[in-house]
């Protein structure tokens, strides 16, 4: 995808259960440098990240952490990128027969399917989604998010109480994912495997199609992220019987990358290969780029492509 | 591969772009209206100026009058016209006092079949059937309880189921009011 010259500055901030992560990127050469990365780790019991309910346990100490960010990044006030973990917004594959024209006529239709979901949200749910139609034309594949709306305002509100004004809020999955888009080809079945310090997930594209997506909490079973990738991977293949994957695409630190691909080809029987970000993006081996970073500069990077 | 595209901030209502186009397109058009109105309302006071100065100019040129009346002669005029008619009401036949005494005189079990004026002999002949001799003599009594009447002549014939009569009556003082 082509980025448009946006604004000379953007910023992104990943949201974890122990850590703040926030980058600011600009564009040079046509890659996206993101020189400024600051992690600033959460005091025990600040945030209690979760679906339906308070999030934020302690405002001040949040409000501090938040006080130290900018300082740390040097930001007075800007507007941002926010990416959340799984724990606090869901993501899941839909299939439908075909999509009503209007946007709010596919909000209603989605709602409906997920009302066993929501029906216990009573201050309201935000769902987003982006549409993959199949070739055939037969169906109309969706990865859709949903997040509670209460949940969403806390988070919001608490940004802009310091001077942050969020413009987009995204799975942490998907702003991983879109760093490392490109390497994961177009055609046959190929399952982009993202590892996270605190989750795994398995998106299965076909033919660029994403038929399934599961991600899995890292401290749920002991195992390393092999043990993890191997357990999706099976999930994967008894909802899809009679699938076969062409090929892995993992995106995790880069230290363990050489090591971990060969280990998962040997333990999976799949060909693997660890993917590598967008070109627009600085590689791996610039000092600017670090996997612990890659949903902030996703979520960032998507700004600049709303 | 695709990236994939979500913002929970973006709950797919009408676009701020949208919106935006609509309330520009609103004041554009308000601001239009009300423009329109503005050079309206001015198209309208220049004419009224217009036609203001006309008027003016056309007063200023009217000839005077030859005619001068006096209020007293204004007034002499108002008595001569309210002393004809006066007159010539005296002289009218007064159909509506007439017509309501006799309508005042009619009683249940009465058919009137027949009524004449005469109005130089001020007399009025009724005809007509009742199905007995009571409504009749009711009739007679309240002809002559009517200020207006008088009964000059009564003729009446009683056949098998029904009485037929004619009544001449007089009318008096029936250019008193």
Known sequence: ?306 | MKTIHINLLDTHKPSSAGTGILIGFLLILSTGITGFNIYTFSENQAMMHDYHKRLMNETRQLKPSPYHFSKEAADQVAAEIGYANSIIAENAFPWMSVMNAIELSLNPGITLTGARFTPRSETITLTGQASSASPVSELLKAIIAQPALNINSLRQESLPDVITFQVDIRMVNVYSD
């Open chain 1, 1 to 306: 995808m082509k980025l448009r010259s946006g604004s000379k500055e953007i910023t992104g901030i990943h949201l974890q259960g122990n850590a703040i992560r926030i980058v600011r990127g600009t564009r040079e050469n046509g890659q996206w440098h993101f020189g400024i990365r600051v992690n600033v780790p959460l005091p025990e019991g600040t945030l209690r990240p979760g679906f339906n309910r308070e999030n934020i346990c302690d405002p001040e100490a949040f409000s501090k952490v938040l006080e130290e960010l900018k300082h740390q990044a040097r930001i007075d006030s800007c507007s941002a990128a926010l990416t959340l973990s799984e724990d606090i917004v869901k993501v899941m594959i839909k299939t439908y027969p075909q999509l009503p024209d209007k946007p709010m006529e596919i909000d209603t239709m989605v709602r409906w399917s997920l009302s066993r979901q929501i029906r216990h949200l009573k201050e309201g749910v935000n769902v987003s989604w982006e549409t993959f139609p199949s070739s055939d034309g037969n169906e109309v594949l969706m990865v859709v998010a949903l997040a509670a709306k209460p949940v969403l305002n806390e988070y919001v509100t608490a940004f802009a109480n310091a001077g942050i004004r969020i413009v987009t809020v995204s799975p942490s999955v998907l702003a991983l994912f879109n760093v490392y888009a490109a390497s994961v080809p177009d055609t046959g079945n190929a399952a982009w495997i993202g590892i996270m310090d605190s989750r795994t997930s398995l998106i299965l594209f076909a033919n660029s199609i994403p038929r399934f997506f599961k991600t899995l909490r890292s401290d749920l079973v002991p195992g390393d992220s092999v043990d993890y990738v191997d357990m999706i991977l099976k999930f994967c293949l008894d909802e899809n019987p009679g699938l076969s994957i062409h090929g892995c695409y993992i995106s995790t630190n880069q230290g363990q990358v050489t090591e971990q691909a060969s280990k998962f080809e040997t333990y999976l029987g799949i060909p693997c290969e660890y993917a590598t970000p967008s070109r627009e993006l600085a590689r791996p081996e610039d000092p600017d780029f670090s996997f612990a970073f890659a949903p902030a500069m996703g979520a960032a990077w998507s700004i600049n492509r709303r």
